[in-house]
């Protein structure tokens, strides 16, 4: 095949396995959190003062996904009085904006609740109109993600970080929503550094990397690979697969990825890109290994040298310490 023979069938193959990205796995920590949230929001409609949450895990452990998740749970919709159609969203997303301040982040939730000219006027209107269209909205949780960005430009306890953190207290005192501080594990810092706004957000959630179990006992990310080639073959059509109830083609992905979700995915459908292209439907280590070859993983690799050609029994060996360190 030409060179942009090969570029073209790439390319089409890439828009293919794209349609697998709505697909989420919903392992024990994004129930727990799915849960957990649910009662933080039924605490709060029961209780004079609301529930926080706060859910960090390092990039890449799927924060973002589980907001995806329980928006999915609570969609939007209209409610129609006599007079008038009011939008009801009961559950949004929202990101701290970098750098941030009272002005950019009530605008920011402003946006992301649907107001017309979300940055017009001075911080204290805006905090006004928000207070007031959460209310018409009967909005029961603000998912807040990348909360670190508080941090990004001063440290905890800092004039600017405690002044959005009071900020953020005054506005669910007024509003009884419950609120989930999304970010990455510096922010519980943050959370604690204040102890009123630690006492508010009093559910934590951490997310870590999946565990790769033993032979005897399936580990997360043994659960989450079989989820996941199960949908290569309902939704993109693929016929066979690795298969990953065998335990060391999960230490491979593991040694590959160290565990991070992102990194498995990316490795995953690099993979299936590259079967695919190849006008086959069938997923082999083959092509983990022509994908690991990319060096898309290799800062998470936990192995020197590419663990989809070598042995089971020498991958094993070179990994035994840093197992031991899990
Ligand atoms: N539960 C999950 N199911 C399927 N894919 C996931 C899941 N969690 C994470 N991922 C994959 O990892 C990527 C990164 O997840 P994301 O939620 O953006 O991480 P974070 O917000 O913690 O940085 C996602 O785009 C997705 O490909
Ligand atoms: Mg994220």
Not at 133 to 142: D, R, S
Not at 143 to 149: N, R, S, V, Y
Not at 156 to 168: E, H, M, P, Q, Y
Request: glycine fraction near 6%; aromatic fraction near 6%; charged fraction near 20%.
């Amino acid at each position: 095949m030409s060179k942009t023979g090969r570029l073209l069938a790439y390319q089409a193959a890439a828009h293919h396995i794209a349609q697998i990205d709505t697909t989420i796995v919903n392992h024990s920590k994004l129930r727990a959190a799915h849960e957990g949230l649910d009662e933080c929001i039924a605490w709060s409609e029961a209780n004079r003062e609301p529930a926080g949450a706060v859910l960090v895990g390092e990039g890449g452990m799927g924060k973002t996904t589980i907001c995806n998740a329980i928006l999915r749970r609570y969609p939007p919709s209209i409610k129609k009085t006599a007079s008038v159609e009011v939008s009801i969203v009961p559950a949004f997303y929202a990101s701290v904006p970098s750098p941030s301040s009272i002005k950019s982040l009530a605008a920011e939730l402003l946006k992301r609740l649907g107001a017309p000219r979300p940055g017009a006027g001075t911080a204290s209107s805006l905090t006004e109109r928000l207070i007031v269209l959460l209310k018409i909205a009967e909005t029961k949780i603000i998912l807040l993600d990348e909360f670190q960005h508080l941090l990004a430009d001063s440290k905890v306890g800092d004039a600017r970080s405690n002044n959005v953190c009071d900020w953020i207290k005054t506005l669910i005192n007024n509003t009884g929503v419950t609120i989930c501080l999304v970010g990455t594990p510096a922010c519980e810092a943050l959370v604690n550094s204040d102890l009123q706004l630690a006492g508010r957000f009093a559910r934590r959630f951490r997310l870590y990397p999946l565990n790769i179990g033993t032979s005897e006992e399936r580990g997360e990310l043994e659960r989450f690979l079989i989820a996941i080639v199960e949908k290569f073959k309902e939704r993109l059509g693929f016929l066979t697969t690795l298969d990953f109830s065998d335990h060391s083609n999960s230490v491979r992905v593991w040694a590959a990825t160290s565990g991070n979700p992102r990194f498995v995915m990316r490795l995953l459908k690099e993979a299936a890109v590259l079967a695919w292209a190849a006008g086959r439907k069938n997923l082999t280590i083959g092509d983990l290994a022509e994908a690991y070859a990319k060096g898309i993983t290799q800062s998470a690799s936990k192995f020197n040298g590419n663990p989809f050609v070598v042995t089971y029994e020498a991958l094993s060996n070179a990994l035994r310490d840093s197992k031991l360190k899990m």
